[in-house]
């Protein structure tokens, strides 16, 4: 999925995977966030990129990526980033999955070519204003990942993960300044990377308001390609 930051790309995943249960996630935020917060060297090295609103570079990105596909053996526990080919991808049901996060250029897009196969890229677009709302609203459970928004996902408890009782606390880059540096970057990189896989004849772009609006049209997209 490709989308500005706070497009809702996490919560279109988890309403996918919903509704067709065969369907797993991999969000590269979260591999990100996960790293940072247990402290890993390849966390330590992200942290200060992702608090300044800069991206990560691209082999790390690959690296955490690739290292989560071959914990599910979706792919060879052999490869490697460095591999001169694409690997062999599992053939189980299972190992359909949805990419959250990345590729953010096209760079990224065609060195991950590289290593596996993708059939959909979805492009996120809802309006600026929408986004600062929604950011401001938002709240997560650093530990699992979940994530509220008191506007229209609120927790059952005010400031409580709903699961385990603990206290949501703020992104460290969910603030206007920072959004709007990260904007800046993805305008300036999103354009040549849907643009490759437009080329490749597997882009598809939708467009709404809300969260709510887009996932039928989603749900839909999903049926008439994979049903």
Same mark, same amino acid.
């Given at each position: 999925?490709v989308g500005?930051?706070g497009? /809702?790309?996490?919560?279109q995943a988890e309403?996918?995977?919903? %509704?067709f249960?065969q369907?797993?996630?991999?969000?590269?935020?979260?591999l990100l966030?996960t790293?940072v %917060?247990n402290?890993?060297?390849?966390?330590?090295?992200?942290e200060?990129?992702?608090?300044s609103g800069?991206?990560v570079?691209?082999d790390?990105?690959?690296?955490?990526?690739?290292?989560?596909?071959?914990?599910?053996?979706w792919v060879?526990?052999k490869?490697?980033?460095?591999?001169?080919?694409p690997a062999?991808p599992?053939?189980?049901?299972?190992?359909?999955?949805?990419l959250d996060?990345?590729?953010r250029?096209?760079?990224q897009a065609? %060195?991950l070519?590289a290593?596996?196969?993708v059939n959909?890229?979805v492009?996120?677009?809802?309006?600026v204003?929408?986004?600062l709302? %929604?950011?401001?609203?938002r709240?997560?459970?650093a530990?699992? /990942?979940r994530?509220y928004?008191t506007?229209?996902n609120?927790?059952?408890v005010?400031?409580?993960d709903d699961?385990?009782g603990?206290?949501?606390?703020?992104r460290?880059?969910?603030?206007?300044? +920072?959004?709007?540096?990260?904007?800046?970057k993805?305008e300036?990189?999103s354009?040549p990377?849907?643009e490759?896989y437009e080329?490749?004849g597997?882009?598809? +772009?939708?467009?709404?308001?809300?969260s709510?609006?887009?996932?039928p049209k989603?749900?839909?997209e999903?049926?008439?390609r994979?049903?």
């Amino acid at each position: 999925m490709v989308g500005a930051p706070g497009v /809702g790309k996490g919560t279109q995943a988890e309403r996918l995977m919903k %509704r067709f249960p065969q369907i797993s996630a991999v969000s590269s935020g979260d591999l990100l966030r996960t790293s940072v %917060r247990n402290k890993t060297p390849l966390g330590l090295k992200a942290e200060g990129a992702m608090q300044s609103g800069n991206l990560v570079p691209d082999d790390m990105i690959l690296a955490l990526i690739l290292n989560e596909l071959k914990s599910k053996r979706w792919v060879s526990p052999k490869t490697s980033v460095s591999d001169a080919g694409p690997a062999s991808p599992s053939d189980s049901p299972a190992a359909s999955f949805i990419l959250d996060g990345f590729p953010r250029t096209a760079v990224q897009a065609i %060195r991950l070519d590289a290593l596996i196969p993708v059939n959909l890229v979805v492009s996120l677009i809802t309006p600026v204003e929408t986004i600062l709302s %929604r950011i401001a609203s938002r709240w997560v459970h650093a530990p699992s /990942g979940r994530v509220y928004n008191t506007d229209f996902n609120a927790p059952r408890v005010n400031g409580k993960d709903d699961v385990t009782g603990e206290p949501l606390t703020k992104r460290a880059d969910d603030d206007e300044e +920072t959004w709007r540096l990260r904007l800046k970057k993805f305008e300036e990189t999103s354009q040549p990377l849907l643009e490759h896989y437009e080329r490749k004849g597997v882009l598809w +772009t939708v467009k709404g308001n809300s969260s709510d609006e887009i996932s039928p049209k989603l749900f839909q997209e999903f049926e008439n390609r994979f049903a």
